[in-house]
């Protein structure tokens, strides 16, 4: 199925840091979803995107839709150790006739204390 | 809120025999539900979208009499693995959105192992 380009596919961080991790789409989205999941759970949604250019913040995170409303990021500000998971975009195509999303590729975090 | 729940969290089961996987949403109404499936280091991949009510959508690609969906329920789903497979060993997660919302929320998943 298809899927969204995300980056970088990992990153090694030290406790403190901030973390930058983008995702992009060769077509048009409507929607852009970011996502935490931990080992054997389920993804758990952080943030929600809904019209070009929105930038919103969750606690530490921040993310945007970008203006060309093919790719968007999120931002993590002075990680910490649970912060440690993957990290997920979703999107929904402009124009889709139902609520699929699609998926990227994923970004491992690992934060060292 | 939006709370997702599904059963079994995990199950083996022997090669040739049914699996039930149930997805509920616990909170909210769910007029849509969503079936993925993860293999390790990997993505979610979409296998069916079920509306409540009606038959299940099936992603291209995953057998609909193999994978048997129902969606009863406004609050529940359930996935079916039919005559399984070792190569159908994986971690099934559902999602779920209530009317008119993108958000999907999603279960705790499902791993199964078959022998």
């Known amino acids: 199925g298809q899927q969204l380009n995300q980056s970088p596919q990992s990153m090694f961080i030290q406790e403190g840091e901030d973390v930058s991790m983008n995702c992009t789409s060769s077509?048009?989205?409507?929607?852009w979803l970011w996502y935490k999941q931990d080992p054997g759970e389920g993804p758990v949604l952080l943030i929600a995107?809904?019209?070009?250019?929105e930038l919103t913040s969750n606690g530490r995170l921040t993310a945007q839709f970008g203006i060309t409303r093919k790719d968007s990021f999120l931002n993590i500000s002075a990680s910490i150790p649970s912060d440690v998971g993957i990290y997920f975009c979703?999107?929904?195509?402009?124009?889709?006739?139902?609520?699929?999303?699609?998926f990227g590729t994923g970004t491992l975090l690992a934060v060292q204390p | 809120g939006a709370v997702v729940s599904q059963h079994p969290s995990w199950v083996i089961c022997k090669s040739g025999t049914s699996v039930k996987i149930e997805c509920r949403s616990l909170?909210?109404?769910?007029?849509?539900m969503f079936w993925y499936r993860q293999f390790p280091k990997q993505s979610l991949m979409l296998m069916a979208t079920?509306?409540?009510?009606?038959?299940?959508?099936?992603e291209q690609g995953v057998e609909k009499d193999k994978f048997l969906i129902n969606h009863a329920s406004l609050t529940l789903s359930t996935l079916t693995v039919t005559s399984a497979h070792p190569e159908d060993s994986s971690f099934y997660i559902c999602?779920?959105?209530?009317?008119?919302?993108?958000?999907?929320?999603f279960g705790p998943g499902t791993r199964l192992t078959v022998t």
């Open positions: 999602s779920a959105s209530d009317r008119g919302g993108y958000e999907q929320y």
């Open positions: 077509s048009i989205f409507n929607t």
């Open positions: 995107l809904y019209k070009a250019g």
């Open positions: 979703a999107g929904r195509e402009w124009g889709g006739a139902t609520n699929k999303l699609i």
């Open positions: 909170d909210f109404q769910a007029t849509t």
């Open positions: 079920s509306n409540e009510g009606s038959k299940a959508t099936y």
